[in-house]
Each structure stands twice: as C-alpha cells, then as structure tokens.
C-alpha cells in the first residue's frame, strides 16, 4: 500500500502541472501529462474516483458529492438542528449552481485521468485500458443518470473542442455498456503480466474480478431501464451465460490512506475527525433523517447501533425530520453517525458494495430476468449488509415474522417483493452508497412513505439536479432545456 500511495503522490504532482482550472480540462487543456504512464496514472485516476463519489468539491472542500445529495433526496441523511448545512438540498432548491462540482470534477479529474489511460500510445497496457474503459463507464453513467443528455462523443478532444455537443443520454448508456463489454474482450485477450497488482488500488491487479464489477455494473444499468419498453432480454442473457458471474464482495478503493491532512479517507474527511480528532463540521450536522431511524427501530434492527451513536444529550438514538431546525434538536441532542460507517480515517472507500450486487441481483431474479433464488439472493444481501456495517444476528433478523418489509416469505404473501428489496438496499447503503439509493427511490418510488421535508419548494422528491453554472457560460448554444425546476420535470431517458 505504501508503494500505492508513492504513486498517486508522484502522479498528482504530475498531473497538477497539465491541468487546468476550466471545468472541463479533458477539452480546454493544451498540455498532457506525457512524462505519465497508465501504471503511474491509474492509482491517482481511481483516488479521483473515490473523491467524485464522497467529495468531489475539492476546491473548496464542502463535501458536496454524489452520495451526499443521493442520501438527503433518498430520505436518509438530515441536518441537525441547530446546524444549517444543508437546508438548500432538503428544501429541494435545485440551482444551476446546486452541486455543480459533482459535473465538472467528474470530467476534470476522474474522466480526464482515465482517458489519459486509454489512449495512451504504447503496448503492453491492455488491462490498463480495460479498467479505464470500466471506470469510465462507471462515471459517464452516474452523470447520465444525473443530468440526462452530457457530452461523450465530444467530450474528449481536448483543446480541439471545448464546446463539446450534447449526445442523447440513452445513446450514451448504449454506448458505455457496449465499452464495458470491450473492456471485458480485452481482459480475456490482454497477455499475462500486463499489470501490476501494486498499481490498482482498487482490486489489486485480480482482472478477474473487474470483469465481474464490469458484469455488475452492466445489470445495474440494465435494471435502471426496467420500466422502458426497451427490449433487453438478449442482455440480461448474456450476463449470465457468459460465465463471467456478478462481485461478491465490497469493489473499494484505497490508495494509501492515512490519518494525515489531505490523505484520509474521504468518507471519514468529510464525517469524521480532523487528522487531529476534532469532529469535523459535516459530523456535527450530519443526522439520520428521522424516518429512517425509526424504521430501524420499529424493526428492531440491530444495524441501528452501527449506523449510529447515541445522542450526548441523554443517550438515546434519535434522528431528526429534514429540514426542520429546532434547539430541541441540536446536534447533541441528536445521533452522530456510528462505529459501522467512521472505521477510521484509513478505511476502504466503497465504490460498490457486496450487498448491492446481491440485491441487484435479487431483483433481476424475481422479474425473472435472470436466473437465480430472488429469496436466498435477498437474505444473502441482507447478511452481507449486515458484515459490512459489523452488526450481527442477520438471520434472526430477517425470520421475524412482523414486518413484510423484511420478512421475505410475508413479502411474497403481500406482493411485496420489489419493495423488500429496495428498502433493504436502502438501509444497506443509504449512508455508503447513497446516489444508488436515490436513484432506486426516483426507479421505483421505494422506500414508500418517506416524507415530503417541511417547507420543501416542490411536492415532488428530486430526480436530476440542473446543468451546471459554468456549462451555460462556456458551452451554451449546446446545453439542453431541462424544464421546470419546481416540478422537478427533467428526466433522464429510464425514468419516463
């Protein structure tokens, strides 16, 4: 690991001089980093990765981030009450403005880096490419799922275009499944040896296992268009008949974290402790939505005392209604985030959880998509969930016969089996993973019941944010209408 992060330092520095401030660097940079190689760039490109989804705001290091805004709009992230950290995003205020860091540091670091990778002219770098083909992919989909149509045809001609056009967002989800399946072909025919298991942070060389992430990632984006009238049955038969199977355990990141400024864990920089142990301000704001706690406790589930501490107040685990800002409900006096999620400032950093692709799974199943036991698929997410998050009695759990949100044969009974599935996704990555959630809640309209915030500007729950401030500035003859931002009527191909 010390050798991982070597690199990443070395290749920053190197980027740092090629890069430059415009939001779209993989466009407006004349420069490369041609003294680079793919092994020295991939390290630094997969840390870019872990920042987009955790705190892609670099510049000013507000934690704005994928996850972030997935956890508030899915229900499960709340700000404390004597806080204001996130009033805008719990009152669905979507600005040109909102988040926009998220859109132009996908591009300027984490797509820039991998570009970098797969073309760089020399041989002996098959897989290299291919994990950048897997990667890129894996960020050009969060950003169509986001904002709809985005530049990809485009988007990386560097100096030769910087006011890329817009391509359509389902011809770009065709387009980046078909580069995965690449991707997969070169890993089969890269020749033995072609990269060190010290240059990938991610999975540590095993090219196996990026083409089960690459197979995950192609039935996640499968199951997104579950409610178009696309036929897609001839892909759902691929990915099980070629063999190549789906990630069992947790896809993460780590470049060599370490309880030093600027090199912690993300996740951990953002909610946990300064390298000097003060609580960071995002770990005094950061609150479970109130509906969220109390669905863990209403179903006794022991999850709850890993996702969360007691409040310093008087001990009991509370969460707080979003967007509701009381002295009742100062931050201690509400529930800090817990053991299962702040391991340490040197913790992994999820990329894609264990427990996702079994309930992916398990949901493709029952839809009768794939084969496989959707019921032994469930219970084996939920147990995974459980690991992850280091609670225990999984089993006991989910035999209790009271809730048929969790209980699978009483999900059965009631038809309730979508449901089941999405709202234990929820609770397993609604913290970790939390644009997956937001995006199951925007697919299927699960978990049911969750409020509606106080003062919210729409009756509607948010289904993209808006293209970005600096996008209208440089690139505007080309950016699509988006609608009414109060209707929230902007939607990406798979949600209409």
Same mark, same amino acid.
């Given at each position: 690991?010390?050798?991982?992060?070597?690199?990443?330092?070395?290749?920053?520095?190197?980027?740092?001089?090629?890069?430059?401030?415009?939001?779209?660097?993989?466009?407006?940079?004349?420069?490369?980093?041609?003294?680079?190689?793919?092994?020295?760039?991939?390290?630094?490109?997969?840390?870019?990765?872990?920042?987009?989804?955790?705190?892609?705001?670099?510049?000013?290091?507000?934690?704005?981030?994928?996850?972030?805004?997935?956890?508030?709009?899915?229900?499960?992230?709340?700000?404390?009450?004597?806080?204001?950290?996130?009033?805008?995003?719990?009152?669905?205020?979507?600005?040109?403005?909102?988040?926009?860091?998220?859109?132009?540091?996908?591009?300027?670091?984490?797509?820039?880096?991998?570009?970098?990778?797969?073309?760089?002219?020399?041989?002996?770098?098959?897989?290299?490419?291919?994990?950048?083909?897997?990667?890129?992919?894996?960020?050009?989909?969060?950003?169509?799922?986001?904002?709809?149509?985005?530049?990809?045809?485009?988007?990386?001609?560097?100096?030769?275009?910087?006011?890329?056009?817009?391509?359509?967002?389902?011809?770009?989800?065709?387009?980046?499944?078909?580069?995965?399946?690449?991707?997969?072909?070169?890993?089969?025919?890269?020749?033995?040896?072609?990269?060190?298991?010290?240059?990938?942070?991610?999975?540590?060389?095993?090219?196996?296992?990026?083409?089960?992430?690459?197979? =995950?990632?192609?039935?996640?984006?499968?199951?997104?268009?579950?409610?178009?009238?696309?036929?897609?049955?001839?892909?759902?038969?691929?990915?099980?008949?070629?063999?190549?199977?789906?990630?069992?355990?947790? #896809?993460?990141?780590?470049?060599?974290?370490?309880?030093?400024?600027?090199?912690?864990?993300?996740?951990?920089?953002?909610?946990?402790?300064?390298?000097?142990?003060?609580?960071?301000?995002?770990?005094?704001?950061?609150?479970?939505?109130?509906?969220?706690?109390?669905?863990?406790?209403?179903?006794?589930?022991?999850?709850?005392?890993?996702?969360?501490?007691?409040?310093?107040?008087?001990?009991?685990?509370?969460?707080?209604?979003?967007? #509701?800002? =009381?002295?009742?409900?100062?931050?201690?006096?509400?529930?800090?985030?817990?053991?299962?999620?702040?391991?340490?400032?040197?913790?992994?950093?999820? #990329?894609?959880?264990?427990?996702?692709?079994?309930?992916?799974?398990?949901?493709?199943?029952?839809?009768?998509?794939?084969?496989?036991?959707?019921?032994?698929?469930?219970?084996?997410?939920?147990?995974?969930?459980?690991?992850?998050?280091?609670?225990?009695?999984?089993?006991?759990?989910?035999?209790?016969?009271?809730?048929?949100?969790?209980?699978?044969?009483?999900?059965?009974?009631?038809?309730?089996?979508?449901?089941?599935?999405?709202?234990?996704?929820?609770?397993?990555?609604?913290?970790?993973?939390?644009?997956?959630?937001?995006?199951?809640?925007?697919?299927?309209?699960?978990?049911?019941?969750?409020?509606?915030?106080?003062?919210?500007?729409?009756?509607?729950?948010?289904?993209?944010?808006?293209?970005?401030?600096?996008?209208?500035?440089?690139?505007?003859?080309? #950016?699509?209408?988006?609608?009414?931002?109060?209707?929230?009527?902007?939607?990406?191909?798979?949600?209409?």
């Amino acid at each position: 690991m010390k050798n991982i992060k070597n690199i990443v330092l070395l290749t920053l520095l190197t980027l740092s001089f090629s890069c430059s401030d415009n939001y779209l660097d993989v466009n407006g940079s004349s420069t490369s980093p041609s003294s680079s190689t793919p092994d020295l760039v991939l390290p630094a490109a997969q840390k870019n990765s872990a920042d987009m989804l955790y705190d892609a705001d670099k510049l000013n290091a507000s934690g704005d981030s994928f996850n972030r805004i997935g956890s508030i709009h899915a229900g499960v992230l709340a700000d404390a009450g004597d806080r204001v950290w996130y009033q805008p995003e719990q009152q669905y205020l979507i600005l040109n403005s909102t988040y926009s860091r998220i859109w132009e540091n996908t591009y300027t670091l984490a797509l820039f880096t991998y570009n970098f990778i797969e073309t760089f002219e020399a041989d002996g770098y098959d897989n290299y490419k291919a994990i950048a083909k897997i990667m890129k992919a894996f960020h050009i989909a969060m950003l169509v799922d986001t904002y709809g149509d985005i530049p990809y045809s485009e988007a990386f001609g560097r100096g030769n275009n910087t006011q890329p056009a817009y391509d359509d967002d389902k011809a770009v989800y065709d387009a980046i499944y078909e580069e995965l399946n690449t991707a997969i072909s070169m890993i089969d025919n890269a020749p033995a040896g072609t990269l060190a298991a010290s240059t990938d942070a991610m999975l540590g060389g095993d090219m196996e296992e990026w083409k089960k992430f690459a197979n =995950t990632l192609k039935l996640r984006m499968l199951l997104r268009q579950v409610n178009t009238a696309v036929d897609l049955s001839s892909q759902y038969s691929e990915l099980t008949s070629n063999g190549i199977g789906f990630v069992d355990t947790t #896809v993460s990141v780590n470049p060599g974290y370490a309880n030093q400024a600027n090199q912690q864990n993300p996740f951990y920089t953002i909610f946990g402790l300064t390298p000097g142990g003060t609580p960071t301000n995002n770990n005094q704001a950061a609150r479970g939505n109130e509906f969220f706690v109390e669905f863990l406790r209403d179903n006794n589930d022991p999850r709850l005392t890993q996702l969360f501490v007691p409040a310093a107040s008087d001990g009991e685990i509370r969460g707080i209604p979003q967007n #509701v800002y =009381t002295n009742a409900l100062r931050a201690d006096a509400t529930s800090a985030l817990g053991p299962g999620l702040l391991v340490s400032s040197t913790q992994d950093l999820q #990329v894609m959880l264990g427990s996702e692709s079994l309930f992916l799974q398990a949901e493709a199943a029952f839809r009768g998509l794939i084969s496989g036991d959707p019921a032994a698929l469930y219970r084996a997410g939920i147990a995974a969930s459980f690991s992850e998050l280091g609670a225990t009695g999984a089993d006991v759990y989910e035999s209790a016969a009271f809730s048929n949100k969790i209980n699978w044969d009483l999900a059965a009974a009631a038809g309730n089996e979508i449901e089941a599935i999405i709202t234990q996704k929820w609770i397993a990555g609604g913290f970790i993973s939390g644009f997956e959630v937001w995006m199951d809640r925007v697919r299927t309209g699960f978990p049911s019941g969750i409020p509606i915030p106080t003062g919210a500007f729409s009756p509607v729950f948010p289904s993209n944010l808006l293209y970005p401030t600096s996008e209208l500035a440089t690139n505007s003859a080309n #950016v699509p209408e988006q609608g009414d931002n109060a209707a929230f009527d902007r939607h990406t191909f798979w949600m209409q």
